[in-house]
């Protein structure tokens, strides 16, 4: 059914496509929609657009795993509006045809101004592609049990033909209908969120029909300093290592894991073949075990059983009773062998689900019924609410078998629904003053950039054109502040309500929003999952758009030094849609397994930095030259770009130690923003004099 | 005629344009409040505000309804002909029918 209406959900986003084409013919038609759009369309598809799969699902998996955090790019991507409608689009609407640089040369009429702008779109372009991408193979993995590299190639495609076809007018309709229907099932899935409240001994449905109910983690007695067991409920367990995560500032010991090796009753299901529980799942293993398993056959008093190693957390309490508690584990042998949960890693033995909330206020006992929005907040914030956060740690075991565990760790309320798990704001015990400065310092940057970033991006600023009107352009503005607000209040309970469902896969926060509409039925995770896929290519069809519009419009006329018909500038934007399709196909395999927000906060900031300055000097400020706005582009630009390059994030990914990048900060906002201002104001100054001698 | 209904026009864009730029500054002083707090009293947000609700929260909500709050009241604002210019204001109350901005 999934797939079924997956495709329906493509088929619609085509058909809109193709019946809104025959509507785009002509320069204007193609890149500007012939002005025609209605500003309540527009209002819509400005959310269309601009609610990609970042706010979707990126948002709603941060807030998930990390808590209020989360919400703080909910809070900067709507707030960056302000500065939209209140700064930037009338002005932009009255100067422009098609495109931003039009307006700047209208201002200036000078051709590097052109080249420069259009330069800064597609690079801007391209960095807000790759997290839409690499959120669209996330969705498709799961859905069709294909990888990953299959969905960004599917989107790819997809938005080329709406793209190179429709132009504009395509495009502006295509977002409009995502944009309802983002709004309308995020609605649904908050007012399902509401109405199931909390319950404490809840066991919600996970992978839909296969009636698997959500797993909770075991919690056995130990006896820490004595090394001993108080139960029964493993048989024969021996420590075969203890793992703890050592502070990096205090040097003493976090959370600590013991491997434990045990045996499980099995089943014979066929010649050399058993079958074993193993946290709600019945793997196979397929005699002989072969080198460099980590499980073999033990028999107990004439029963087969399996004797495996699996990972618990140490829970010390200040009574002296000591627990261990389960966790899950990803374990890759030197041989290359890799195990889930001590098993070996099958179709039939993946990770579970996690997350909780494991207590609530007394006065509620341990359900509270259908909730208001506000009380369900309260409840969480509550200092009794014990919620549990799913966390995981990477490491090389003793055995030399590359571990990853994914553990529960129980935080109050208190500290899940305030600022702190993600950008750790407050210094630490022992943690160097520089290192607290640069923590606030990268929180800073990035709230920066968020609010900075928004009436810069390019596939924003080309929407103001596609209306007839200045009046028109504000009034859609308002009607999207509105939407995306909406939507982004809403990302609060779609965020809180997968981690109270136990929706969360423990190795990609981003599909916490699917999995949540999964734990209500699959017709509602068929629908989400459908929506998300048609916010990508929303999404990618306005980069794409803005993309072919640049090289087109301002790059094409500027470099070969002359002016292009207008039936020639149509074809070479359908020819730059179908290559920047593919570019971003390519990078959007290249950066799978990132968290689609924190690319998009990247995006902002390059933005932020290339575009903002220009656009409000441009209007405000008389003695800004173009040489001033050429130069502040390109130190834009350069800056943002070369700043993430070098931050800790992209060090580790190019498999160096993240520690010893030359930036110290991931965000480079605050570093590129205030420059690219310095750079404008200054170079209009020397530039104006010497002009006017 | 025209050329008192351009001047107007300039009027009316300038006060819009003061408007928009008041508001910005406005809403930046809030935000810039709430990340001031975030980063140099986080301990502060998560004492308890208004409705059973932290400060995280309730500061992080009241920053999207304030924005979209400010945008009703400046579309408002918008609409409400400039001082001295309730002549060129035509039948609907729109004060600028601004078709010929169209390029």
């Not at chain 1, 009429?109 to 800064?120: D, E, F, R, V, Y």
């Not at chain 1, 045996?263 to 073949?273: L, N, R």
């Not at chain 1, 407050?426 to 990268?442: C, K």
């Amino acid at each position: 059914m999934t797939i079924a209406i997956f495709l329906v959900f493509v088929s619609l986003v085509l058909f809109v496509s193709s019946w809104t084409s025959r509507k785009a013919k002509g320069v204007g038609g193609y890149f500007a929609a012939n002005n025609s759009i209605h500003w309540g369309v527009n209002g819509i598809a400005f959310a269309g657009g601009y609610l990609s799969v970042a706010s979707f699902l990126g948002i709603a998996g941060l807030i998930a795993f990390f808590g209020y955090d989360g919400f703080l790019y909910s809070i900067g991507f709507l707030a960056g509006w302000i500065v939209a409608l209140f700064i930037i689009a009338e002005p932009m609407k009255k100067r422009g045809t098609f495109t931003f640089s039009d307006a700047l040369n209208r201002t200036f009429s000078k051709p590097g101004i052109q080249l420069s702008a259009g330069l800064s779109v597609l690079v801007v372009s391209l960095f807000y592609l790759v997290p839409q991408m690499v959120g669209a193979g996330v969705l498709v993995e799961p859905l069709f049990g294909i990888p990953h590299y299959w969905g960004v190639i599917l989107v790819g495609t997809v938005v080329i033909i709406i793209v190179a076809g429709g132009g504009m007018t395509s495009t502006t309709y295509v977002q409009f209908f995502n944009g309802g229907l983002l709004l309308t099932f995020a609605a649904v899935l908050t007012i399902a969120v509401l109405g199931r409240g909390i319950d404490v001994d809840q066991r919600t449905m996970e992978e839909g029909s296969d009636g698997l109910e959500s797993y909770r983690f075991a919690r056995i007695g130990f006896n820490e300093a004595t090394q001993s067991f108080q139960t029964n409920d493993l048989v024969l367990p021996r420590i075969t290592e203890r793992f703890p995560i050592i502070d990096r500032y205090t040097g003493e010991e976090g959370p600590v894991f013991y491997r434990i090796s045990h045996v499980i009753p099995a089943v014979s299901t066929g010649t050399g073949t058993y079958s074993a529980q193993i946290k709600g799942r019945a793997p196979f293993f397929q005699l002989p075990p072969g080198p460099g398993a980590l499980w073999m056959l033990e028999e107990q008093a004439g029963n087969p059983g399996i004797r495996i190693q699996d990972w618990w957390r140490l829970e010390r309490s200040s009574t002296g009773q000591d627990y261990l508690v389960e966790a899950q584990s990803r374990t890759m042998t030197p041989q290359g062998l890799s195990f889930i949960n001590g098993a070996p890693e099958s179709p039939a033995n993946r990770l579970r689900q996690m997350g909780s909330v494991t207590r609530i206020p007394d006065e509620y006992g341990t359900r509270t019924g259908a909730l208001g929005p506000v009380r369900l907040l309260s409840i969480l914030s509550d200092n009794q609410t014990i919620i549990q956060q799913p966390k995981s740690v990477s490491f090389t075991s003793g055995s030399g078998d590359r571990v990853s565990l994914y553990y529960e760790l129980p935080l109050s309320g208190y500290q899940f629904m305030r600022p702190g798990l993600m950008f750790p704001l407050e210094a630490r015990a022992g943690e160097p003053p520089a290192t607290t400065l640069l923590n606030r310092l990268n929180f800073i940057s990035l709230m920066l950039a968020l609010f900075l970033g928004t009436a810069a991006l390019p596939h924003i600023l080309i929407r103001y054109y596609t209306v007839p009107s200045a009046e028109a352009a504000r009034k859609s503005t308002i009607v999207a502040i509105g939407g995306i607000g909406l939507f982004y209040i809403l990302t609060m309970y779609l965020g809180v309500g997968a981690i109270i469902a136990g929706a969360l896969h423990p190795e990609t926060s981003n599909m916490s929003a699917p999995l949540l509409a999964r734990s209500f039925g699959e017709l509602l995770f068929a629908l989400i999952s459908g929506i998300a896929f048609t916010t990508v290519l929303a999404t990618v069809s306005g980069l794409i758009m803005a993309a072919s519009g640049a090289v087109a419009h301002d790059l094409m006329g500027n470099l070969a030094r002359r002016e292009f018909s207008d039936g020639a500038k149509v074809r070479a934007g359908r020819i730059v849609a179908v290559v920047v399709g593919l570019i971003g196909i390519v990078l959007g395999i290249a950066f799978r397994g990132m968290n689609v927000s924190f690319l998009v906060g990247w995006a902002f900031a390059v933005a932020a930095s290339a575009n903002l300055p220009a656009l409000v000097f441009m209007l405000f400020w008389k003695k800004t030259t173009a040489q001033g706005i050429t130069a502040s582009i390109l130190t834009g630009i350069i800056s943002s770009v070369t700043l993430i390059l070098l931050s800790p994030d992209m060090w580790g990914r190019y498999g160096f130690d993240p520690s010893t990048a030359p930036m110290p900060i991931n965000q480079p906002g605050i570093i590129s923003i205030p420059l690219s201002f310095l750079v404008i104001i200054g170079v209009s100054l020397v530039t104006g004099k010497k002009q006017a001698e | 005629m025209a050329h008192k209904n351009s001047l107007n026009t300039m009027g009316y864009e300038q006060r819009k344009s003061a408007l928009g730029v008041r508001m910005t500054t406005l809403y930046s002083v809030v935000y810039i409040g709430f990340v001031g707090v975030s980063v140099f009293r986080p301990q502060w947000m998560g004492v308890r505000a208004i409705f059973g609700l932290n400060l995280a929260i309730a500061y992080g909500l009241g920053l999207i309804l304030f924005a979209i709050i400010l945008a009703v009241i400046y579309n408002y604002l918008c609409k409400v002909p400039v001082e001295h210019s309730g002549k060129q204001q035509d039948a609907d109350g729109q004060a600028f029918p601004s078709r010929g901005d169209n390029p």
